[in-house]
């Protein structure tokens, strides 16, 4: 509306039933808008709790492990920590030693070399292995961001949604099932028929 005197503004909020809303109060002159100010409040709300909700928290995992792991446990504890950087949360892997252990922290840093090269196309060493009293610590951070990580899930979830929806009434396992038992019965009187 250009530049307008205050009582001028404040008769066009009356006749159009709003309210008159400075906005830019450090402006020369000062910005005002003619809005519904209840309305403009409530939107603005809704945002910030939008926002706050996709908002990524940063979280520590641990995993703790010991210099002699059993390669069947490695493989479980590697498996988590595979599955912690995909979400992207970062690792915090402990080595704990026990008695005559602590002589030999070798062992440990070549456990948590091993574990950072098996995960390198998942995380990265944010923190080199370093004895802190009877534990060795190493910390690993994640490619993707969390942020990224849930979105990734998000489209995941929402395409079996939809999968669902344009399959009702059958999962997916049901599905591959029905699929392997066509593929039996198939082949079944072709060998009948070889017998005969």
Do not use: W
């Not at 940063?58 to 995993?63: A, D, N, P, S």
């Not at 990224?148 to 009702?168: T, V």
Request: glycine share 6%.
């Amino acid at each position: 509306m250009g530049i307008v005197p205050l009582a001028k503004a404040l008769e066009l909020a009356q006749e159009y039933d709003l309210d008159l809303v400075e906005v830019a109060a450090n402006a020369r002159p000062p910005v005002c808008k003619l809005m519904d100010y209840g309305k403009f409040k409530y939107e603005s709300a809704m945002k910030a709790r939008e926002a706050r909700k996709n908002q990524a928290h940063t979280v520590i995992k641990e995993m703790k492990l010991r210099p002699k792991i059993d390669p069947h446990d490695y493989d479980t504890k590697k498996g988590h920590v595979v599955r912690f950087l995909k979400q992207g949360d970062k690792v915090k892997i402990t080595i704990m030693f026990r008695g005559r252990e602590q002589s030999r922290p070798e062992l440990g840093y070549r456990l948590l070399q091993r574990l950072a090269e098996d995960v390198q196309d998942l995380g990265f060493v944010e923190s080199n292995p370093k004895q802190d009293g009877r534990n060795m610590i190493m910390v690993l951070g994640p490619h993707k961001k969390k942020t990224e990580a849930m979105a990734e899930a998000r489209q995941a979830q929402e395409a079996r949604k939809a999968e669902a929806k344009a399959n009702p009434g059958k999962s997916q396992n049901a599905a591959e099932t029905d699929h392997d038992d066509h593929d039996v019965d198939a082949e079944a009187p072709a060998e009948a028929s070889a017998d005969a």
